[in-house]
């Protein structure tokens, strides 16, 4: 064996073995996005169902109705008036906010935006918005993101579901 073909062994192994590494680096992320968007969406379901529940009461509050069941809480934000704080697009433009919520599963933070509109008389349409950042969800500290950082990120995710309510 020359050292033409040693070298040229050696490239071929080293390719063989980033390529590898690659492939499970990304694959191992691309399982973290999926879990996270199936969390999304069981949050958003959750939500939106034990809402249609209570047929799409307006004072519908998930904090105080399903506060033993998941780790949801008002949003850590500063501010009197939260739909400031929410960019076009996690709301329909002509929905009544009904709140927005925190929602933490393991170490992963979640926002959950809850909006309605009466669609005709005695018919409610709710909207529930889960929005996530892929990335990570909480400061290397233990804190959160702050609320408007959250929402703005370009790089986060959501999940969205409507579902209708006779009230």
């Known amino acids: 064996m020359t050292l033409i073909e040693v070298m040229l062994a050696v490239g071929i192994l080293t390719i063989v073995v980033l390529g590898t590494s690659f492939y499970r680096y990304y694959s191992s992320i691309d399982s973290r996005k999926a879990t996270m968007q199936t969390a999304a969406g069981r949050i958003g379901l959750l939500l939106s169902e034990s809402w249609g529940g209570l047929k799409g009461s307006t004072t519908y509050d998930p904090v105080a109705h399903l506060g033993s069941a998941l780790a949801i ?32 599963i393991g170490n992963d933070l979640y926002c959950a935006i809850l909006s309605w509109k009466d669609t005709a008389v005695g018919l409610r349409t709710l909207y529930t918005a889960v929005v996530w950042e892929p990335r990570t969800a909480i400061q290397d500290d233990g804190s959160s993101y702050m609320f408007t950082n959250r929402l703005s990120s370009p790089t986060n995710q959501h999940f969205a579901i409507s579902t209708y309510a006779a009230y």
Request: proline share 12%.
């Open 73 to 104: 809480s008002p949003p850590s934000y500063s501010g009197d008036d939260i739909s400031a704080y929410i960019p076009a697009g996690y709301k329909p433009a002509d929905f009544n906010l009904l709140g927005a919520y925190d929602v933490y």
